[in-house]
Nanobody
Framework: QVQLAESGGGLVQAGESLRLSCAASQSSLNSYTMGWFRQAPGKEREFVAAISRSGVSAVYADSVKGRFTSSRDNARNTVYLQMNSLKPDDTAVYFC??????????????????WGQGTQVTVSS
């Protein structure tokens, strides 16, 4: 089972950027669809973005479309989430996750079997 570890979270002001990284413990990351989810206090964990095994395709939640970009470097076993124009509503713990399911199911958190521990992103106004 692949183990995932997020990094790159922090405290920023509205309008600033952050890049999250998700490092995998094994070299078979290209076997997985990779997703990003977030969970704010008192709220359900929600889908943010996902990227296909090859990195050719990506899908985003409407709330982040045009501001966030997901990418991956399978040679480095790492997935990234570039977050620009951050807003206070983006404040949450961000998780990366791995799925063996087809990419069409990428927005469903139930399809992901491996999760990182999360990294806190706080955006001040």
């Amino acid at each position: 089972q692949v183990q995932l570890a997020e990094s790159g979270g922090g405290l920023v002001q509205a309008g600033e950027s952050l890049r999250l990284s998700c490092a995998a413990s094994q070299s078979s990351l290209n076997s997985y669809t990779m997703g990003w989810f977030r969970q704010a206090p008192g709220k359900e964990r929600e889908f943010v973005a996902a990227i296909s095994r090859s990195g050719v395709s990506a899908v985003y939640a409407d709330s982040v479309k045009g501001r966030f970009t997901s990418s991956r470097d399978n040679a480095r076993n790492t997935v990234y989430l570039q977050m620009n124009s951050l807003k206070p509503d983006d404040t949450a713990v961000y998780f990366c996750a791995a799925s063996m399911r087809p990419f069409y199911a990428a927005q469903l958190k139930e399809e992901y079997t491996n999760w990182g521990q999360g990294t806190q992103v706080t955006v001040s106004s």
